[in-house]
């Protein structure tokens, strides 16, 4: 018997299971098709079976009585399966199911290839066979998602029965729960041994550890690769440096990642007034050598710092001020210049009221050297900060200035 005589029933059931893309191409076959796939009916009846639900709800409320231009227009623009609108397409049955139906629906449920491997224990092999979907093909991070139902019977056919991929799954746990509980007790005895011999407190630089040590950490911890030993003592050495980056920061939590520990050393050493007292020996050791292969730099350090102590008009000061980094780093500029420049920081401080003072460094008057110019400034600041009464003015200081230094000082035309 041929197709075409059929009953029309069987004939409309079979197109009922058909897809509408099919139907439309069906359609030009014969009349007989072309009448059948024209009918309101049929799109009614289809339009209830494809859609789960009921046409006289308020989900297929059709004002026009034309079922299948209404139909198309779901079939376009709504889920399969629940009726709201969506645009996504699954990737499997190429039509349109939403997000959430893929999400929570066993039949659409997508399964990386990942998870296959972990949850499923199926390997490559067993994967070929299966259908796949992979975004951007030409980007390293592409995934392959395959479809949960399928792999759940792939599953199935390895392991024969579900009883056997239970007691596989079991085996599998008791294996990582064993090795979760190695990890504990090993992260708990280096712990131990950082605090008792060392003292030093594991939680507070256990987040920046592993960056700090380029996974160094996590290797030991779960015993990869060889050299364990050598990677616990490395490991000990990179947690007093951590340590000591977290006490002596100003930042740690910005200083923490991709940090240089010899320069981190040196600039502090170089540019902390105060010296290191306690330090344990591997730290100390560091710093004899830095000592040793930058002496030059550490003398510098000692002359500024002799200087700026002994003079009673430089009030507070930083050693990682921008002129004296340069002469103790670079050997940029001379003691003389730094002191001059610190007195004019504070003069500028205390005594705002006379700015206009300081633009004699500018002055070329050939009677007095320009060398000299930083005397008057030096006998200001030493004439204003060793007054008693600070609401005296700037009148006043004029007056008690030396005769030689208020001659020129008037001679420079200053308005005060």
């Known amino acids: 018997m041929s197709f075409n005589k059929l009953p029309i029933e069987i004939i409309e059931k079979i197109f009922k ?23 309101q009916i049929f799109w009614k009846n289809k339009l209830k079976i494809d859609f789960n639900g009921d046409i006289t709800s308020k989900f297929f409320k059709c004002e026009w009585n034309n079922w299948k231009e209404y139909y198309t227009q779901k079939y376009n623009n709504n889920c399969r399966n629940c009726l709201r609108k969506t645009k996504v397409i699954h990737y499997f049955y190429n039509k349109r199911i939403c997000k959430n139906c893929i999400k929570n629906i066993d039949e659409f449920k997508l399964i990386s290839q990942t998870k296959c491997y972990s949850m499923y224990y199926l390997n490559t092999k067993d994967l070929q066979l299966l259908k796949y979907h992979q975004n951007n093909l030409h980007s390293s991070n592409s995934k392959k998602k395959y479809l ?18 239970i007691l596989y799954d079991s085996k599998i746990l008791n294996k990582k729960i064993s090795k979760n509980i190695k990890i504990h ?3 708990l005895l280096f ?29 030991y911890l779960r015993n990869i690769g060889k050299n364990v030993i050598f ?18 920061s100003f930042d740690f939590i910005i200083t923490r990642y991709n940090c240089n520990f010899y320069k981190f050393l040196l600039d502090f050493l170089l540019f902390e007034k105060n010296e290191i007292i306690t330090v344990n020996i591997y730290i100390q050791n560091k710093i004899e050598f830095l000592k040793e ?7 510098r350090k000692k002359i500024i710092i002799k200087e700026l102590d002994n003079n009673r008009y430089i009030g507070s000061y930083r050693l990682n001020d921008k002129i004296i980094i340069d002469y103790i780093y670079n050997n940029v500029g001379n003691v003389e210049d730094i002191v001059y420049e610190l007195i004019i920081e504070n003069f500028i401080q ?7 003072i300081f633009n004699i460094n500018t002055v070329n008057i050939p009677d007095i050297p320009i060398t000299y110019h930083r005397k008057i400034i030096v006998e200001l600041w030493i004439l204003y900060s060793s007054m008693l009464l600070p609401s005296l003015n700037f009148y006043t200081i004029i007056d008690n200035l030396p005769e030689q230094v208020k001659h ?4 420079l035309q200053i308005s005060y």
């Open 17 to 39: 299971e058909v897809e509408y893309n099919d139907i439309l191409q069906l359609r030009q076959v014969n009349k007989e098709f072309n009448a059948i796939t024209n009918n």
């Open 148 to 165: 949960l139902k399928e792999v759940k019977s792939k599953c199935l056919e390895k392991f024969s029965n579900p009883i056997n991929f």
């Open 185 to 187: 007790i090993k992260k």
């Open 191 to 219: 712990e131990r041994e950082l605090r008792d011999k060392y003292n030093i407190i594991l939680n507070n630089i256990s987040y920046f550890l592993d960056y700090y040590t380029n996974g160094y950490y996590t290797k």
């Open 231 to 248: 990677r616990k003592e490395f490991l000990i050495r990179k947690c007093l440096e951590l340590e000591f980056i977290r006490k002596y």
């Open 293 to 299: 292969i930058h002496k030059e730099k550490f003398d």
């Open 350 to 356: 205390y005594c705002k009221n006379c700015l206009t």
């Open 408 to 411: 020129y000082i008037k001679s």
